[in-house]
């Protein structure tokens, strides 16, 4: 089945110390979306791809930074982790065309110690 | 700018009664609308969406949403519920004139009780 995967479901990391979560799209599509989700609230769009041009939420922390190397991967680097970034983060994944739906992986739970 | 509102924060219902959870929008532009589920440690699985054409949509797992443009409302409805419904209900704004971006609500929690 076309899907969206993200690895690893669980992440576990230092105060401060880098970590990359990676996402991957068998459906070809050509929108990939990167949200933050904390208990009990939505999910906040922190950035997403079209293609290969990358657009940034005025309000996302300069800490998230984001890669995309070709149309199925996509990656989130947070590159100096504080304890108020523990969180689920989603990937999500659409076409381009108004009205089309967002497709979610399961997320990436991330902790920080 | 849009803004979606989910009046309710939880719902708690007994198994096999009727569920509305409600959903009300506001938008200079019209706009397209979805109902996500998200079950504990998942992410959001589409249930519904409202293009246009006929204002009542059925979804997956006997759901259904009414389109009220007059109430800018889109309420998410099942007839029956089990305790497999119990999970996270986001209703979802996207705007015509804006391709992808999702304007989400904060999400009403269903608990279905035995």
């Known amino acids: 089945d076309a899907m969206v995967i993200q690895n690893p479901r669980y992440q576990v990391t230092q105060f401060g110390k880098p970590v990359t979560l990676s996402c991957s799209q068998t459906?070809?599509?050509?929108?990939m979306y990167w949200y933050q989700q904390k208990s009990s609230q939505a999910p906040k769009l922190l950035f997403h791809?079209?293609?290969?041009?990358?657009?940034n939420e005025a309000d996302t922390p300069d800490n998230f930074q984001s890669r995309r190397p070709n149309t199925s991967f996509c990656f989130l680097d947070i590159r100096s982790p504080g304890l108020g970034d523990a969180a689920m983060y989603l990937c999500?994944?659409?076409?381009?065309?108004?009205?089309?739906?967002?497709?979610f992986g399961d997320g990436t739970r991330l902790s920080i110690l | 700018a849009q803004s979606v509102t989910q009046l309710d924060s939880q719902v708690p219902v007994f198994e096999e009664a009727p569920v509305e959870l409600r959903c009300n929008y506001s938008s200079s532009v019209s706009v397209y609308l979805f109902w996500y589920v998200q079950y504990p440690n998942q992410g959001l699985q589409l249930l519904l969406k409202?293009?246009?054409?006929?204002?009542l949509v059925k979804g997956i797992n006997g759901f259904e949403a009414e389109f009220n443009k007059s109430q800018t409302s889109f309420h998410l409805r099942k007839p029956s519920v089990h305790i497999s419904d119990t999970a996270e209900y986001f209703c979802?704004?996207?705007?015509?004139?804006?391709?992808?971006?999702?304007?989400f609500g904060s999400g009403t929690r269903l608990l279905v009780r035995p």
């Open positions: 459906l070809n599509h050509n929108v």
């Open positions: 791809y079209y293609d290969k041009d990358f657009n």
């Open positions: 979802a704004v996207n705007r015509m004139d804006s391709s992808y971006k999702l304007i």
């Open positions: 409202y293009l246009s054409g006929s204002t």
């Open positions: 999500a994944t659409s076409r381009v065309q108004g009205g089309q739906p967002q497709h």
